[in-house]
């Protein structure tokens, strides 16, 4: 169970280091452990939350990969697509990621080209 966070502020995005260690975990391949890092951020967030509900989309995706690692792509294509589903489209940039941009690298490596690495590109002028 990771341990318990402060209230995370989405304003305070860069100054949360779970949330970028999550990232940068996240883009390293240590989907897994992304997972468990962005968890703990989730609930600081309060899970019902815009920004819960964005962080609980990242850590879909991770978990995604996940299964695709494990050989389950059926499984991973229909948790990445849940995860898109969270991360709210309709957003151009949140806590740092561009979210069009991003959930373009999430179906193009889900539903066509599995070779392209999905990256979390965060934006730090935000």
Avoid at 40 to 51: D, I, L
Wanted: glycine content about 8%; proline content about 4%; charged content about 20%.
């Amino acid at each position: 169970m990771p341990a318990a966070l402060a209230p995370f502020d989405p304003a305070l995005w860069r100054s949360c280091d779970p949330y970028l260690y999550g990232i940068d975990l996240f883009n390293c391949g240590f989907y897994w452990e992304a997972h468990e890092s962005l968890e703990a951020v989730w609930v600081a967030a309060g899970r019902r939350t815009e920004a819960g509900r964005f962080i609980q989309g990242l850590i879909q995706i991770a978990v995604a990969h996940l299964k695709e690692i494990q050989g389950f792509d059926a499984t991973a294509k229909k948790m990445a697509l849940k995860g898109i589903e969270k991360l709210g489209v309709r957003r151009r940039t949140y806590l740092g990621v561009d979210v069009c941009a991003f959930c373009a690298l999430v179906r193009t490596h889900f539903c066509q080209d599995a070779s392209t690495p999905v990256k979390i590109n965060l934006d730090l002028a935000d």
